[in-house]
């Protein structure tokens, strides 16, 4: 028998629903009850669609107000001290103060740190474990979502974020391994998984995403032992348990495969290795076959000849849960119709994993096929997306395309000459609050109830008010604000040629916040400057510097739905020459800073080590591909966040760009322990506050941070700056933590 599972599906809602809902019940708007409520239809609906499209299988416990890692944080009580919290059951309060920090007179705290989840831009909430933690089971959520959808007549697999990827996800606020509290740990899980059997369970799906990266002999020699135990406490319940986002090591593989649960899920679109374990298997396999982290329709034909020697019962699914899909491309109306039809999103996933079922089942049944066949060979075709100059110009690179003109030391003499900064030079990352009458006047013009010109004249009222603020504030080297712009790369792809874009694409990127990638369909090129006209219109304003804004190659392709008929870093390429283009006309149109935002460098890394060097050559590539145009005199600021730097510092070294701002407030300086041992070469701004909090940093915290970094970074080459871009937050809360923040660059000069 064939059975069709999901492993988890978007839970933002087709429309945010869940989005529009918390944020009403953050500024106050809605209750509690009327959150709960809009939760529990999205749920619902969640089910019936999947249950609609064919999936045996369908998951509960995939649904999060905020972060599944938050949630089993709250699950095993491991709330840290700092929170107040009493021990009950954990409180939504509790909940979003470790999600969003709070700054009540009862709880003034900081939010938890917060970083990606393996090379996705989904973001996950880290928990932080003492050495003496103690869990015990603190939330109800799995409980209540398997006996809500048993009462909507679904019968459901719970998830839970198994123990070793929890763990190994976590810190020790001790910098301990934290892998030395699984005998902690595990009895509150066996507890967990006893309750669910109890309340009738048939599957109980144990994720361990974990098992993807290169785990050393430590973690290995856990893995059967945890799975056992797991498997006797959840008795007749069947255990699934779940791998993703790259193939597992034959190691790995060895353990869990020994071990007693039922079934495992394997990814067989990003782990290719997987497929060498699926001819002889003594488990029921789940195989991933229908890509979860990316939109386009799959080739059934040639899954089904993939799969064709795999004995016995199976399970077929995504490759990894689909929370990383949009959900309903009937939904859309955006994307024109040739290129729609070759696309998939969540719920054409599931009609895809239903044909494969009714296909290998009923054998014969071809008709579904011929279809998808038709799709796949027309796309292949397509004069859509091909174009021979761009593909010419991929082939040029050489030395010269690469690197500046004279070394960062001699650049920077120059620089400082001419630029004539202060010690301690504060800037900030680029764009200013994108408040509601921004947000609105943007909907207006889309919808043409706003002319060009009116929308045009709005923008630079904005941009002359945002400047204006700016130099009141005492900022050195000023930005323009990034009112023009949805988002930071949505706003470049639609001025690229061989993008595209969805009305209805949302992916969760953290919390409330969703992401709308654009789709990368063809060859990349630049028809006309982006962002001149707006930096020019700056510069124009003031006195001050002013720096121009741009998105870098890495971050645009990994921020898109990348195509898949060539390799990514052709793709990268592509795309580095048009910024490079951009970045040409800036400096010819009197721009003397450029900043090109590499957030997404980081998350980027391949999953296994063996492969991050050929990634980091290509991606450091492309960023001085689009870097190295410019004249000695014109700087190039970068920027990145929420990541650990750590492991690739000597990369973002290797971009040679003279000025660097990066996070490093929300994780308090960590990263400056690399620079213990990594002498960071050029100039840097670390982050001195956190802006995904409404909180207002105090004037002496960041005094204390800067001097911090002092300590292994020459204060030359020290740069004052907030860790990322203000657009999520409101005008009053950001002119007082620039202050704050000014004042303290005015102290540490004193
Ligand atoms: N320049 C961008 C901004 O300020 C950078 C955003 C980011 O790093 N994610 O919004
Ligand atoms: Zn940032």
Redesign the pocket.
Known sequence: MITTATIGYPRIGPKRELKKALESFWKGDIKENELQSTAKDLRKKNWEIQKENGIDLITSNDFSFYDQVLDTICLLGAVPDRYNWQGDDVDLKTYFAMARGSQTKELDVSALEMTKWFDTNYHYLVPELKSDQKFKISSQKPFEEFKEAQSAGYKTKPVLLGPITFLLLSKSTEGKNTLDLLDNLLPVYLEIVKKLNELGAEWIQIDEPIFVKDLDEGVISKIKKTLNSIKEAAGNSKILLTTYFESIDQKVKEEVFASDVDAVHLDLVRGENNFNYIKDSNKTLSLGVINGRNIWKSDLTQIIDQIKDVKGDFIISSSCPLLHTPYDLDLETKVPENIKKWLAFAKQKLQEINILKQNINHGEAKSDLTDNKACIEERKKSSLIHDDNVKARVKTINEDTLNRQSKYEDRAKIQRDIFNLPLYPTT????FPQTKDVRQARAKNRKGELSNEDYDKFLEDKTIEAIKRQEELGIDVI?HG?FE?ND?VEYFGENLKGFTFTSSGFVQSYGSRCVKPPIIFGDVSRPEPMTVRWSKFAQKQTSSIVKG?L?GPI?ILQWSFVRDDQPRQTTAEQIAFAIRDEVADLESNGIRMI?I?E?ALREGLPLKRKDWDEYLKWSVNAFRISAAVVKNETQIHT????AEFEDIIDSIAALDADVISIETSRSRMELLKTFEKFKYPNEIGPGVYDIHSPRVPKKDEMVELIKKASKQIDPKRLWVNPD????TRGWPETIDALKEMVSAAKELRG
């Open positions: 900030t990352i680029g764009s930005v990034e712009r930071m804004m998105t971050t900043q935002d957030p920027h990145m966040c929420y990322c871009g203000l657009k």
